[in-house]
């Protein structure tokens, strides 16, 4: 059955920013499709809540308190869930974001540290997560949840568009370092109703990238953790190295900022 090949049975999966939005989505859809899930964010009762949810579907859950910031708790996160759950398949590299804001307004240390909380913290539990996957399962997928702003170019993006292009491009090169054991891909995420997009919206702005997007409408969280079981399953065994885009057809950013001088 071709439907077999979408299904996580007993695999467990790390997902990180897992306590609301995207990744919260993810934690329930891998739990629907078989797995056990960790659930990594800073926020204890959001990802406790996660984890409720997750158990509700039959599944055993873990809500691991991590600040992706901090290796030393990434390396925590990782054993946690060995000593739990004995196995690590599937890792997804969700938290991140950074708001837009005009280049020259935008300090260095502010591109930094877009880079740090999109790349290099993904770069550091992907490198702790990568040789425990193989060990104890033989394999594995890591997904990144990158951006559309990371391909298509826009005023107001420099630090977000550039950390989210570098992660894509951290993607397609991990891809080549871990094949054929494990699997890495991203998913280039259009706007996407969550608290995050919420922070950024007005109505007049919301109407804009409604018509701004050939599908019509903003995204939901199920559309990016529909992309996302489906790259983390056996379906997508023969997949590595991509950029899926979930983004309703977006070929420009639907966001508009000023340029520095209009
Ligand atoms: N929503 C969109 O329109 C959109 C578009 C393109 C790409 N994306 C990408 O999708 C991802 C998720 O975004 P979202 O919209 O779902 O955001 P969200 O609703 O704000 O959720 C973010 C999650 O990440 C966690 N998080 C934040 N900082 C963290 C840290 N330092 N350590 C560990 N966890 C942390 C948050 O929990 P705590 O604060 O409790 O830690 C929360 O669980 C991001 O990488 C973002 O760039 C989103």
Not at 25 to 40: K, P, Q, R, S, T
Not at 58 to 71: H, S, W
Not at 150 to 165: L, V
Request: aromatic share 4%.
């Amino acid at each position: 059955m071709i439907l077999d090949r979408f299904k996580l049975t007993d695999r467990v999966a790390v997902v990180t920013g897992a306590g609301r939005g995207i990744g919260q989505a993810i934690a329930l859809a891998y739990a629907e499709a078989g797995a056990d899930v960790v659930c990594a964010a800073r926020t204890v009762e959001q990802i406790e809540d996660t984890a409720a949810r997750v158990r509700a579907l039959g599944r055993r859950a873990l809500a691991v308190p991590t600040d992706v910031l901090d290796e030393a708790q990434l390396e925590r996160l990782v054993r946690t869930a060995l000593d739990e759950l004995g196995r690590i398949d599937v890792l997804v590299n969700n938290a991140g974001g950074s708001p837009p804001k005009a280049a020259l307004e935008t300090s260095t240390r502010e591109l930094e540290a877009a880079f740090r909380f999109n790349v290099s913290t993904a770069f550091a539990l992907t490198r702790i997560a990568v040789p425990r996957m193989v060990e104890t399962a033989g394999e594995g997928s890591v997904i990144n949840i990158s951006s559309v702003a990371g391909r298509e170019i826009s005023p107001g993006f420099a630090a977000y568009g550039t950390a989210k292009a570098a992660l894509s491009f951290l993607t397609r090169e991990l891809a080549q370092d871990f094949a054929p054991r494990v699997r890495v891909n991203a998913i280039a995420v259009g706007s996407t109703v969550t608290e995050a997009l919420a922070s950024v919206l007005t109505p007049e702005i919301e109407k804009t990238m409604v018509e701004l997007t050939p599908m019509g409408r903003l995204g939901s969280v199920e559309d990016v953790a529909a992309c996302a079981l489906y790259l983390a399953s056996p379906a997508a065994s023969y997949v590595t190295g991509e950029i899926y885009g979930v983004n309703g057809g977006l070929t420009s950013l639907n966001m508009r900022m000023p340029r520095a001088f209009d």
